[in-house]
């Protein structure tokens, strides 16, 4: 048996297709234990993960209009804006990773970024295999949220994460490329490397 086989189903859905229930305090707990294990280079813990839920999906997605409404030209709002906000204040859980970089450490702002999105990979991994699901999205990536968020100039959000439980008669398996063609076996200087898998 495959030991990886239960992480090849994982798969995201779109904020509509996520439903209740999204996990609980003690699920919370256990996912951040595993983000814990992100490999992290210096123990910068160049991260920052901020959970919205119940009737805070409501500012959320309040927040999230204001924010259209900044970057609209007019001050108006398209209907992706509406959409959008409607699509938050239904999901159930929210969870916001954003770096928290120490531009002093001498790990490089580089290397502290790549440890914050591998800890969003992480909450990923750990969202499917407790069985819920997430949308790792750009969402409030803009430099307004900063502010709103206690976040530092030099800072970014690595992403949302939207999670959830994906509606049933939405659940469906994908099919995954093979990993032929991204694989390489290294030859030695000056040789081109090879495929990895040749058969
Ligand atoms: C850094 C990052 C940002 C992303 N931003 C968006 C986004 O704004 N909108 C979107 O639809 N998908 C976005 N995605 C892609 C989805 O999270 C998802 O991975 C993609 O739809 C493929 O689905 P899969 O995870 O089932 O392979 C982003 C992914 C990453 C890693």
Redesign the pocket.
């Known amino acids: 048996m495959n030991p990886l086989e239960s992480l090849l189903d ?3 859905y ?1 904020l509509s297709k996520l439903g209740h229930p999204a996990p609980s305090e003690a699920e919370l707990r256990n996912l951040f234990d595993l983000v814990m294990t992100t490999p992290d280079h210096g123990n910068v813990k160049p991260w920052r993960f901020i959970v919205a839920r119940g009737d805070n999906m409501q500012k959320l997605s309040d927040l999230t209009l204001e924010l259209y409404k900044r970057q609209s030209d007019n001050g108006e709002l398209k209907d992706k804006a509406y959409r959008s906000a409607r699509d938050i204040a239904a999901v159930p859980m929210m969870i916001m990773v954003i770096t928290d970089l120490d531009p002093e450490h001498k790990v490089s702002l580089w290397d502290q970024r790549l440890c914050a ?1 591998a800890a ?1 990979q992480n909450i ?1 991994s750990g969202l499917h295999l407790m069985g819920y699901s997430g ?5 409030l990536a803009s430099d307004d949220v900063k502010p709103m968020f206690g976040m530092k100039p030099e800072d970014q959000v ?2 949302a994460i939207a999670v959830g439980t994906p509606k049933p008669h939405f659940v469906k398996k ?1 099919k995954r490329q093979s990993p032929d063609r991204y694989c390489f076996e290294w030859q030695g200087l000056g040789v081109t490397p090879t495929p990895l898998f040749t058969k």
Request: no cysteine; aromatic share 20%.
């Open positions: 994982r798969r995201s779109s999105a969003a990923m949308l790792w999205y750009t969402f690595v992403g994908i």
